[in-house]
């Protein structure tokens, strides 16, 4: 059974609005969430995380929220730009001397003109 | 330049071959990874490394291996065992405590 689970495959928002990624999960046991937003055909790159025992964190137009009691994780873009257009996937984590990451199956942002 | 440089960006191959995709880091890390992303898919992980000459499997490792010589390269190997071995590669390398850095992946086809 999937662990972390991202249930919408694609969101579209209109310029200037805001996109908001969700992301359930299973496993109360990890240490951070993290995002990372992918274009096709390049590797992920990383846009924000939250720690397990943070509720918000805030970076420019990245706010990641984390209600651990719904086990829910979400990532608001306010403003919504153009650039913002690409595949988000959320990963859990936990510190095991390597990082092992579960990632979700990811969700395709389209911002509209 | 610091960061990760896997090649071939495009690899095909016939089935029953080995192929081994490569990954380099210049980023001193001694963790890396390697994930496999399939259509539709989060990425998966195959294998990592936590330091020199050593290695662990993921969650998918059957089909594959690698190798962890020196602290720079993490080749991974796809072997014929690997009954589909089609799609996204992607090599990544982290310091313990922080988040993991990505390649720009390299996409295997088996004709």
């Known amino acids: 059974d999937q662990q972390v689970k991202q249930n919408s495959p694609s969101l579209s928002v209109q310029e200037g609005r805001i996109s908001i990624l969700n992301c359930d999960y299973t496993?109360?046991?990890?240490?951070?969430f993290l995002w990372y937003k992918k274009y096709p055909a390049e590797g992920p790159t990383f846009l924000i995380s939250?720690?397990?025992?943070?509720d918000k964190n805030e970076d420019g137009r990245f706010t990641v929220f984390l209600n651990k009691s719904a086990k829910h994780l979400s990532l608001h873009i306010v403003p919504s730009q153009p650039g913002d257009s690409a595949v988000y996937f959320c990963?859990?984590?936990?510190?095991?001397?390597?990082?092992?990451?579960?990632f979700g199956q990811g969700t395709r942002l389209t911002i509209n003109p | 330049d610091g960061g990760i440089t896997q090649s071939p960006k495009y690899l095909f191959r016939k089935e029953g071959q080995n192929v081994t995709l490569s990954c380099e880091q210049n980023?001193?890390?001694?963790?890396m990874y390697w994930y496999r992303q399939d259509p539709g898919q989060g990425l998966r992980l195959i294998y990592y490394?936590?330091?020199?000459?050593?290695?662990q499997k993921g969650d998918i490792a059957e089909g594959y291996s690698v190798s962890r010589e020196k602290k720079e390269s993490f080749p991974l190997t796809v072997t014929s065992a690997q009954k589909n071995p089609t799609a996204f590669y992607l090599c990544?390398?982290?310091?313990?405590?922080?988040?993991?850095?990505f390649g720009p992946g390299t996409r295997l086809t088996v004709l």
């Open positions: 990544a390398s982290s310091t313990p405590s922080n988040e993991q850095f």
């Open positions: 496993n109360s046991m990890f240490d951070y």
């Open positions: 939250i720690s397990s025992i943070k």
């Open positions: 990963a859990e984590g936990v510190f095991q001397g390597a990082q092992k990451l579960v």
């Open positions: 980023l001193n890390h001694d963790a």
């Open positions: 490394s936590q330091i020199v000459n050593d290695f």
